[in-house]
């Protein structure tokens, strides 16, 4: 599944990127609307981790969703 169809269905998504990433709120995943440069900093934020990681799991949730 690409970025763009997993924004397009954000609201089923996000329970998937709760899942993934646990320390996002409810209000931050529906604050990003499936903006992906914004879960990035997020990601970034919260987790401490650097750009290349963060995009590395990304890329990784894309690959894995399946709806």
Request: hydrophobic share 30%; charged share 35%; aromatic share 8%.
């Amino acid at each position: 599944m690409n970025w763009d169809q997993i924004a397009g269905k954000w609201t089923e998504m996000k329970g998937f990127a709760k899942q993934k990433w646990g320390e996002l709120t409810d209000d931050e995943l529906d604050q990003l609307s499936g903006k992906r440069d914004q879960l990035a900093g997020l990601i970034q934020q919260k987790y401490g981790l650097a750009k290349e990681e963060t995009e590395r799991q990304i890329k990784e949730f894309e690959t894995s969703c399946k709806c």
